[in-house]
């Protein structure tokens, strides 16, 4: 049986990470994909655990020689995920999720049109707004520049296979293990 490459996204502050541990906790068989970044790590993140923290150059390089399956810039940050390590995933046998931003996904879905392409969603822009300063790790500027973003976002996420809102943990994680079951 050929394994999938589902690709999840969503708002920043929406929860997806934490819809995703959920899933994960309960699919071990399921492989998270770490992804590339500019960005620097934060508190208790470490590289080729959380992502593969590239500097500006080495990235570029990367874009250069056309390494990357998907890559965007976010918040004066850029993410990518590198072709060869998707490719070998699926070799290896391995159901593989990416969590990425919408853009990315969407050229995903360009290169891999068999990805599945799941958004979750806030459930109202004051929740996310809430969620987003109740983290604690951005400044205002960066708090307002993600708001602006979530309108662009929720318009691209009309291109995908699934949309989640997450009100609710429990049934949020049981609606994308149902998704991802029936794909």
Not at 28 to 47: N, Q, V
Not at 69 to 92: M, P
Request: glycine residues 6%.
């Amino acid at each position: 049986m050929n394994k999938k490459l589902y690709v999840i996204s969503g708002s920043s502050g929406v929860g997806k990470g934490t819809v995703l541990k959920g899933f994960m906790d309960r699919n071990p068989s399921f492989m998270l994909s770490i992804s590339c970044t500019t960005r620097a790590p934060r508190p208790g993140e470490a590289d080729g655990v959380n992502y593969f923290f590239l500097s500006k150059e080495e990235f570029q390089n990367c874009i250069d020689n056309d390494k990357f399956l998907e890559w965007a810039e976010f918040a004066g940050n850029r993410y990518g995920t590198k072709k060869k390590y998707i490719n070998q995933c699926l070799a290896d046998g391995k159901d593989i999720i990416l969590e990425i931003d919408t853009k990315g996904a969407l050229q995903v879905k360009k290169q891999m049109p068999e990805a599945v392409l799941i958004f979750i969603a806030p459930p109202s822009l004051e929740a996310l707004e809430a969620r987003l300063r109740g983290r604690h790790t951005e400044d205002e500027a960066t708090i307002q520049k993600r708001l602006n973003e979530v309108k662009v976002e929720l318009e691209r996420a009309k291109s995908f296979d699934k949309t989640i809102i997450n009100d609710d943990l429990e049934r949020a994680i049981a609606e994308l293990e149902a998704e991802i079951k029936n794909a």
